[in-house]
């Protein structure tokens, strides 16, 4: 079964079974307001009776023929006929991006665009860069989120978003990631669309007696809860950790959240901060959503990164992925929500920063060096994040506590058999659930 597409064909057209080439995808130096539009033709001609619409889902085709038998209007259904009436199932975008989904099939100021190389998308501005040119791609803010919408979406080369919102890449035809879509945490900087308020977030910054005695931060929390920062010599008190803020449905989609700061009194500033919430990244495709071939999305959480206490790792983020058909196939294919681990304590001159969650099997390590307190090791879907460890001398940057780890995020996948798998070699680094696709009746 195509997958989609709506039309309206002259009668010649049909009979001759005509088939044009999907678009060529766009060059980073073409004008993208001058690139062809999605191809909506059929396969082949359907049998028209006169004054008729019927839905076939043996093709998946709706037809809807005039008084002399000639089609007038054909819907190439994305997820078949409906069970009790003559029409579509169309998606249904979660997030209330359904629209937009409708908009990337019939505004011809959208296009097929290809990222190779290394891009960066900005959701504050909706500036998108592949190598050193600006392109215009049509976005807009809705609910939250910054909204890409594309004709058909490839990324084969390195594609770093960064911002303070969410973003959404929503196409009508295919989708297909064999390079990096990274949404993750860079140490102590956010994700696009990482949580800045709420109990999910680590604190840090606890003194327990002394002047130069201070708690390691905590971790951030999301599927899980993160982990304690650890505390001073001789304290009690423990860097508070995020609370777990899991939203299996991924709506609202928000990313993760960040660990606890690490801090020495000598430096009442923070140098610089807990590790960042990981990002939030949805797809959406009328037709299908392939990563594979080595392809990756990587929405961990950042590493703490204090001077004096460690400071906490944040937690992994979101990725929402919906379409019909959704393959994640091939070894080294790989989505990741893992959490950042903690820093340990440490002098500015001292090693010891957290390690970002990334998309590797292993937890993210914790900040370590010869002489202070370790930072814990990030949360992942089969691991939970660990614990700062104690400070380990009675004065100055020896007697601060390690940072705790950040928890793992989440993906969500909803295809229209809502058994989402990994398959060849590919792996989901993630709490992940399946869920059957929204649908709507078209037209």
Known sequence: MRTRYLMTLGAAALAAGCSLPPPADVDYDADLRDATPIDAAVDAAPVCVPDSIVCDEGTGLYVDCDSEGAPEVVIDCPLGCAPDVEKCLDVVASNGLTGYLDQ?????????????????????????????????????TANGIRVFMFKFLTISGTLKVTGSLPVAFVADGEVSITGVLDVSADLHLDGPGAQTSGACLGTGVVLVGEDDKTSGGGGGGHADPGQLGGPANGGLQEGTAGAAASDPDLDPLRGGCRGGIGQYLVFPTPLPSGGGGGGAAQIVSRRS???????????????????????????????????????????????????GSGS????????????????????????????????????????????????????????????????????????????????????????????????????
């Not at 990164?305 to 294919?333: C, K, M, Y």
């Open 344 to 443: 340990a304590a440490r002098s500015s001159a001292q090693p010891g920063a957290g390690s970002d969650g990334g998309t590797n099997e292993q937890p993210a390590p914790g900040g370590a060096n010869s002489s202070y307190a370790s930072g814990g090791a990030g949360g992942t879907d089969s691991a939970q994040p660990m614990g700062g460890g104690t400070g380990t001398g009675s004065t100055g940057f020896a007697a601060n506590g390690g940072g705790g780890g950040g928890s793992v995020g989440e993906a969500r996948l909803n295809d229209a058999t809502g058994a989402v798998t990994a398959t060849n070699g590919a792996a989901i680094r993630s709490r992940y659930a399946n869920a059957a696709i929204g649908s709507r009746l078209a037209p």
């Open 289 to 339: 959503i392939s990563v594979s071939a080595g392809g990756q999305i990587d929405a961990s959480g950042g590493g703490g990164n204090g001077v004096g206490a460690g400071a906490g790792g944040g937690s992994g983020g979101s990725v929402l992925l919906e379409s019909p058909n959704i393959t994640i196939d091939g070894n080294g294919t790989v989505i990741s929500t893992k959490g």
């Open 104 to 140: 990337a099939r019939d505004d011809a100021d959208v296009v097929s665009v290809s990222f190779t190389g290394a891009s960066t998308m900005n959701t504050d501005t909706g500036v998108v860069m592949i190598g050193a040119n600006e392109v215009e791609i049509p976005n807009t």
